[in-house]
Structure formats: C-alpha cells, structure tokens
C-alpha cells in the first residue's frame, strides 16, 4: 500500500470541480482528466472489462480468486469535488509527525488551521497529515475514497493468497451537484450491493441519510410610483419577508443535530415586482418528512388566499431518500462492514449522515449501498485535512470485506 500517499496527492492536483445547474453529465468537462488517467491506471495494475463512458462514469472488474460462488460486490467514490470552493492549483502539504500544534498553511496570507478551532486534529499528534494551502479546499471528498480504491485493488491483485469474489468498481461524476447517481448503469455495474468510500474519520459508517427535497416560492407583486403606491402596490419582497418568518426558529440547520430535520432557506433575491425563495427540507423520518412539505404547501395556501391566487407559486421536488429503507432488509451488507472493522481493531462508529451520497440514490436504484469512512475533515474548506493512517485503514478495509465475502 506505499503508493496510496503518492496516488493521492497526484489526482488532487488535477482539478474536477464539478458546477450546479448544468443539465449535462458530467458538468465539467475537466472531469475526464481524471477520469482518463483512472482508466490507464486501472488497465496497468491489472484490473479488466475497464471502461469509461461519455458521462464519465468509471467502471473495472477483478475477477474472482475462488471456485465458488459468491457475492459479486462493489466500491463506488466520486471524481469531482465541490464547486463550494476552487479545485484549481491545488498545492497539497504533508506534514510527517504531527506535533500537535496549530498548523501555517499560508505563512504569506496569514491562514493558519488552528487547534482551537479546529482541536479535533489533536487526535493526530505523530501521524502524517495531509492539508491544502489554505487557499483552495484539498479534494479528499472524494479522491481519498478513488486512491483507496485503487489500491485496495492492486493490493488485492499483488497478492493472490487473499481469497476474493468478483469485486465491481466505479468512479463516478457530479456527486457534489447531487447527480452522480443520475446515469449510473446498475445493471450494468452488476454488483449484488456495494459501498461508497466518501465518509469521514475513522470508523464512520453511514447507512442513514437525510430525506431530501428542494422547494423553491416566488412571489409575485405589483410596482407603482412610490409617490402615489397607497393601494396600489404590491411588494413582493414584503410577502417573502413575511413568509420566510414563519417556519421555527428551532428548525434550521445552525440548531439542529443528529437525527433532528429542518427547513432551511438557501437563497433569497427579490424586487418589488418578483422575488424568490429557495429552500431545502431535510428530515431523517419519513413521516416527519412529508409533513414538513406539507406545512410548505399549506403555508403557500395561506398566503394564495391572502394576497391573491397568482401571488404565490410553489416548485417543490423530492431530491432523495434515506437509504435506510432500502439497507435494512439487507443488514448484513452492514454487519459484514462492521465485522471488518472490528477485525482490523477499528472501532466502528455507526451514524446518520446529516446530507446525502451517491448511495441513497442507488440503494432506491436498486444497488443497496452504505457509506465507509474515507479520513478526511472539514471537506469543502481550505482547512480540509486528511490523516494518512486514516486513509490506509480504509483501504484494509476493502480489503477485509473482500476476503471476508468469500471465506464466510
């Protein structure tokens, strides 16, 4: 596994922001640059049926090592990283022996990662850590999860004694503009379940995630003169001003946790004669869930009767839904990871994730698919950060699950 640290900081240099709001896939054509070199890279350490589409999407097989029949699995990260904040010229810095203490990425710009902001990285004192330079993020959401990958894979390929099924691999676009799952082949991929590398510390492991939906409100108003506007006009900036107060205070995301859902307002923009809200509603219950849209749409009814029929417009979609549905009748895809874990003295530690991955999706795609911890921090910031042991680990334990599906 000594090339895990190379294979990293070489794709993180290679820029693949992805961009909202594109209907292509991928969104970003500087995607392929990465893409390609997977391609070659999978080709030379041995791995077959490698292709590449004109969307980007990576797919590889290592065939089978037993005369038996097993599970056919999959291990699925995503290319491109957040357009939140640049991926281009992106200077990655190692720090070998970390001692503890707070971190200069950018002596020059005065940004430093700090231990009080940030003290959960004293964790790491006398490990190797891997940051930006403070002035792009450092991309390990998601090029952790494709060099541990690729070397899970090669590992397993240099060292036949370890006993395996067919194993799939994909390395996906447009994950961070939520459409990495939009033209994924399931069938195609032909895995029984699979698991994306995109977590975070060490241990994380997620087979919960957020109901999601994206609502967007325009109100329509009336401009006059302000000078002679009494009982004439009609401001449309007023009415979401009005709007927007009347979800709790209690239920955004800067005062919730854990499993506890939320209404939060994205983006406002307005004049007197047209504004719009945009929201996202979260809720890790699916009852919860619908009755947050729900209170949407009853809020939209209230105000229509107010101000007037066309006065309110509601756009609302369903963006995905809590894997849970789809992972629980098939636990042991769960329990498989876990005992991988714990087979390598790693302490699991099982959460719901607070967002969304590529997995929701395809676990309702039919392809169930939990989310292994992948090491980095603080993702789509330029104090991301990711610990080199952590990476390692999560390549044993692609390892592990593989050895343990074919000797179980």
């Not at 940030?118 to 991309?139: A, C, N, R, S, W």
């Not at 939520?178 to 994380?204: C, I, N, Q, R, S």
């Not at 900036?237 to 009005?242: D, Q």
């Amino acid at each position: 596994m000594e090339k895990l640290l190379e294979r990293f900081l070489r794709y993180v240099k290679i820029d693949t922001e992805s961009v909202p709001g594109v209907e292509q896939i991928p969104s970003t054509k500087k995607q392929f640059d990465l893409a390609n070199l997977l391609v070659e890279e999978l080709k030379e350490i041995g791995l077959e049926e490698v292709t590449i589409d004109e969307n980007c999407y990576v797919m590889a097989t290592l065939p089978s090592n037993v005369d038996k029949e097993v599970p056919t699995i999959g291990f699925v990260a995503h290319v491109d990283t957040t357009p939140d904040l640049t991926g281009k010229n992106v200077n990655p810095q190692v720090w070998e022996n970390y001692d503890g203490e707070d971190i200069v990425l950018n002596k020059e710009k005065g940004i430093v990662l700090s231990t009080e902001e940030f003290p959960e990285i004293k964790q790491y004192v006398g490990q190797t850590i891997v940051t930006t330079d403070g002035t792009t993020l450092l991309g390990a959401d998601d090029k952790a999860g494709v060099a541990e990958i690729m070397t899970a894979m090669d590992y397993l390929v240099k060292n036949p004694e370890i006993k395996h099924g067919k194993i799939r691999i994909c390395f996906t676009p447009d994950e961070e503009v939520g459409k990495g799952a939009d033209l994924f082949d399931v069938d195609k991929f032909g895995a029984e379940w699979a698991y994306t590398m995109d977590g975070g510390p060490m241990g994380e492991f997620e087979y919960e995630n957020f109901n999601a939906a994206y609502a967007e409100v325009t109100f329509r108003g009336q401009n006059v003169h302000p000078g002679t506007a009494k009982g004439k006009m009609v401001n449309s900036m007023n009415i979401a001003a009005k709007f927007a107060t009347k979800f709790p205070d209690s239920e955004t995301p800067e005062t919730t946790e854990k499993y506890e859902g939320f209404y939060h307002l994205l983006t406002m923009t307005g004049s007197v004669e047209e504004s719009k809200l945009q929201y996202i509603i979260r809720d890790h219950d699916r009852t919860i869930f619908e009755a947050r849209k729900d209170h949407m749409k009853a809020l939209v009814g209230t105000f229509r009767n107010e101000y007037g029929m066309n006065s309110v417009e509601l756009n609302m979609v369903d963006q995905y839904y809590n894997m849970k549905e789809k992972v629980e009748p098939n636990m042991h895809i769960v329990d498989l990871a876990l005992d991988a874990m714990k087979a390598l003295d790693i302490e699991p530690d099982v959460k719901a994730i607070r967002g969304g991955t590529d997995g929701a999706r395809l676990s309702f795609m039919g392809l169930p698919c939990p989310n292994i911890f992948a090491g980095g921090h603080n993702m789509h910031a330029r104090y991301e950060y990711v610990p080199v042991p952590t990476m390692k680990a999560a390549t044993k334990v692609i390892v592990k699950i593989a050895e343990l599906v074919a000797t179980k």
